[in-house]
């Protein structure tokens, strides 16, 4: 499998992202609305970034895609609800059982971003090593199960703020050390916050407090295997749980609908180069630079507007979103963090829906972009002498096809490509391009029961350099195949 892939097209990515995008802004231009709009619309590329993953519950043929729940979201029948006072109540969550098999090591390990490079040694239990690019791992995990409680107002208030909150949680935390006693390959997982939130709504208007998805590039692939970290994560997919405020309002005219959305973020940079990764993967250890800080002074401005239309039985949208923050180093330089995204959900045919995002930008660190680097720096360890803002471009596309109109069995095909400017490159930085493919089944088996099998194949370059800090060439590279099984009750 890995020879099939050698010779990887530099460019395939973007051209299909590029295409893609044109078509779906052409599409939304130019079908005629299915239904008529009755009042403002919820934004459902909002829905699918909040909810990729799980098959609805059966209901008719005519299921927008964009409806399609994930791992963490209530059951679309709210079987552990009831109405208290004036305030609906509910409890959901997915037990998440997952077995996956690599035939490479992968950093990440439970959630793969990218393998290690082929030629890099791996110890054994006997004293000696192999290549990185021969050893598979087998893992089983329930570690990305889900827990959440959301709350809404059951009543209007005549026209005033109606109130409404959610907590959400999985076991992706740090694993507990008992003074060394535990040994490495312990199972015990401690809880870790994933989205909380107080939100006020009134009419077309939404106000949000709390940690949420970031604004820009909302959407996620589908996946079961990637949860705790969303599918595509450091290849081609921003994503990022910050506390933030934010503000919504949407605006229908016939039969489309606008949503406008601004914010202000936490500015969380998650930079390995700068000792500031707030967030550790297995595998992916934030560096040692003693002496150096970062310093947050405003916070990270976000704002997204999108279209939304019917269109065969589901809705076409397309969002574009801009990010701006700033990021000053303890040696006096600041380095702008910037990104233009675009994202779009369309469905062709009722057995066919097209889904991505693409985006530009530079120091895209905060959102796994960059192949989490933001900055890059030299030499290959602290003390640091130069740094540069690492540019950055990339993006994903899946195609939704279901086999059966019933969401029981759905296949999902796509790709996504993250692809740093070499030229920002410096030796303490080297990763210059993660892509990777993907496919899976799902079936629903039962009544909140589903089973997913999905395949993923990853190419993962880097670049070395000489003992002047110049490029010279791509390194070996890291290639593997990752296969996942997983059986999701979700309730």
Request: hydrophobic share 40%; with cysteine; glycine share 10%.
């Amino acid at each position: 499998m890995n020879s099939f892939f050698q010779e990887w097209p530099e460019e395939i990515c973007k051209i299909i992202f590029i295409a893609l995008g044109g078509a779906a802004l052409a599409l939304l231009l130019s079908v005629q609305p299915a239904v008529a709009a009755d009042g403002p619309a919820r934004d459902d590329s909002k829905v699918a970034a909040t909810e990729p993953g799980l098959p609805p519950e059966p209901a008719t043929p005519q299921v927008s895609y964009d409806q399609i729940p994930n791992a963490g979201a209530p059951s679309a029948k709210g079987k552990l609800e009831r109405t208290a006072g004036k305030y609906d109540l509910r409890f959901y969550g997915t037990i998440l059982v997952n077995l996956s098999v690599s035939d490479s090591q992968q950093v990440g390990q439970d959630v793969p971003l990218w393998p290690v490079p082929g030629d890099d040694p791996v110890p054994t239990s006997n004293g000696t090593s192999r290549r990185a690019g021969v050893v598979g791992e087998t893992l089983f995990t329930l570690r990305q199960s889900v827990m959440g409680f959301e709350f809404n107002r059951s009543e209007s208030r005549d026209g005033g703020w109606s109130p409404g909150g959610l907590v959400e949680m999985d076991f992706f935390d740090s694993r507990p050390v008992d003074l060394g006693l535990q040994p490495k390959s312990q199972v015990l997982n401690w809880p870790r916050f994933r989205r909380g939130y107080f939100q006020l709504q009134r009419g077309t208007w939404r106000i949000l407090a709390g940690q949420e998805q970031a604004i820009i590039a909302p959407l996620d692939p589908y996946s079961l295997s990637h949860v705790a970290v969303p599918l595509g994560a450091s290849a081609g997919n921003l994503w990022g749980w910050l506390p933030q405020a934010r503000i919504e309002n949407s605006h229908t005219w016939g039969g489309t609908t606008a949503l406008f959305q601004m914010g202000a973020l936490w500015p969380s940079f998650r930079d390995p180069v700068l000792n500031d990764l707030s967030e550790s993967y297995g595998g992916a250890p934030a560096s040692s630079n003693a002496g150096l800080t970062v310093q947050r002074r405003q916070p990270f401005y976000q704002a997204r507007v999108a279209l939304s239309r019917p269109k065969v039985g589901g809705v076409t949208t397309v969002g574009l979103g801009v990010h701006y923050g700033r990021e000053r180093v303890g040696t006096g330089q600041i380095f702008d963090s910037w990104a233009l995204a675009a994202d779009y959900s369309v469905p062709i045919f009722p057995r066919l829906t097209l889904r991505g995002e693409a985006y530009t930008g530079s120091n895209l660190s905060p959102f796994d972009g960059g192949i989490i680097q933001g900055v890059s720096a030299s030499p290959d360890e602290p003390p640091f002498t130069t740094y540069r803002a690492v540019h950055d471009m990339g993006g994903w596309a899946e195609c939704a096809v279901p086999v059966t109109l019933d969401f029981r069995n759905v296949i999902y095909l796509g790709a996504g490509t993250d692809d740093p400017h070499d030229g920002d490159l410096l030796p303490a930085a080297p990763r210059s391009k993660n892509s990777f493919l993907w496919a899976s089944y799902f079936r629903r088996l039962a009544d909140g029961l589903t089973l997913a099998v999905e395949w993923s194949y990853w190419d993962f370059q880097y670049r070395e350099f000489s003992p002047a800090g110049q490029i010279e060439e791509r390194g070996v590279p890291g290639r593997g195949n990752v296969f996942n099984l997983a059986l999701a009750y979700q309730f």
